[in-house]
């Protein structure tokens, strides 16, 4: 009999929020994405209750406590987690890991198709640390991958590198470790869940507001369509991600800057908000 806990991972889109609903975990938890500069979102900083709302719920549940200032998701995605705790009646946990100011900073670059270091640092690592911390132990995680998209599970990964300890002294090398920490489940593509089943069930709905375009609002695995789209939705996210670009000297698309996207024509046939395409499972619609 498996008695190993069972793990579901949101993202704030369709997706990983009908897995979560359709098949209930042990602990549902949400890495939010996080950022030091109040300019990276005004949406979201100028609503002080859903901020406070934020960090009530970091300081009770992440390892990382730190205080978040603002964020490159979409608002909406802030929101639809508090609005899908409320439709379970179950908790979710929040968790963070570094801001992307000091991921950048640390890895001397903006993070793109051939540094792919963001959603390792900013969403696994934090819940990773969670489950570490709490002691759970090796969990079965869901992921939300769709059955039309099955061929993704070939890239799951159950293992993980992290520091260990740190030395302080002589090389001053970090000792790292692998680990194995989850088991990948996958029961939407078990079930032959479909997208148009998943959209179908939240336009039943509809007090669920989702974001047009979840996750982080530059992500380099998002179309430049969806770029420039998203330049409308949330102008001041895109241009801290502009500036981002400049400062470090890298871009996140390799042939086009944040800004040359900016300016592209909007494709009328383009089907928009359709999330962006990690291959970690952590960042899904």
């Known amino acids: 009999m498996n008695t190993r806990p069972t793990?579901?991972?949101?993202?704030?889109?369709?997706?990983?929020?009908?897995?979560?609903?359709?098949?209930?975990?042990?602990?549902?938890?949400?890495?939010?994405?996080?950022?030091?500069?109040?300019?990276?979102?005004?949406?979201?900083?100028?609503?002080?209750?859903?901020?406070?709302?934020?960090?009530?719920?970091?300081?009770?549940?992440?390892?990382?406590?730190?205080?978040?200032?603002?964020?490159p998701e979409d608002v909406n995605t802030v929101r639809v987690i508090f609005d899908l705790e409320q439709m379970i009646g179950r908790e979710i946990r929040w968790v963070r890991g570094e801001s992307w100011e000091e991921l950048m900073n640390r890895k001397k670059a903006v993070p793109n198709m051939a540094m792919r270091f963001c959603t390792?640092?900013?969403?696994?690592?934090?819940?990773?640390?969670?489950?570490?911390?709490?002691?759970?132990?090796?969990?079965?995680?869901?992921?939300?991958?769709?059955?039309?998209?099955?061929?993704?599970?070939?890239?799951?990964?159950?293992?993980?590198?992290?520091?260990?300890?740190?030395?302080?002294?002589?090389?001053?090398?970090?000792?790292?470790?692998?680990?194995k920490w989850r088991n990948g489940v996958f029961p939407l593509v078990e079930d032959k869940i479909i997208y148009p089943t998943i959209n179908g069930f939240w336009k039943e709905r509809s007090t669920i507001v989702f974001p047009k375009d979840s996750n982080c609002q530059m992500c380099f695995w998002k179309d430049p369509q969806q770029l420039r789209k998203n330049f409308e939705v949330n102008p001041g996210t895109m241009m801290w991600g502009a500036i981002q670009e400049e400062i470090r000297g890298h871009r996140f698309k390799k042939h086009m800057s944040l800004l040359q996207t900016a300016k592209i024509g909007l494709q009328n046939e383009f089907v928009f908000g359709t999330g962006a395409g990690c291959r970690s499972g952590m960042c899904l619609d």
């Open 7 to 71: 793990v579901n991972s949101l993202s704030g889109g369709r997706t990983s929020s009908y897995l979560m609903v359709n098949y209930p975990a042990d602990i549902e938890i949400f890495a939010l994405v996080v950022s030091d500069c109040h300019n990276s979102n005004g949406r979201f900083t100028k609503d002080k209750k859903l901020v406070q709302m934020v960090n009530d719920k970091i300081a009770k549940h992440s390892f990382n406590k730190a205080e978040v200032v603002s964020t």
């Open 120 to 179: 390792f640092n900013l969403k696994i690592l934090p819940i990773f640390e969670y489950l570490q911390y709490n002691q759970v132990g090796i969990v079965d995680m869901r992921i939300g991958y769709r059955y039309e998209e099955s061929e993704r599970i070939q890239s799951f990964t159950q293992y993980i590198d992290y520091v260990d300890s740190v030395n302080l002294f002589g090389s001053r090398r970090n000792k790292w470790k692998t680990k």
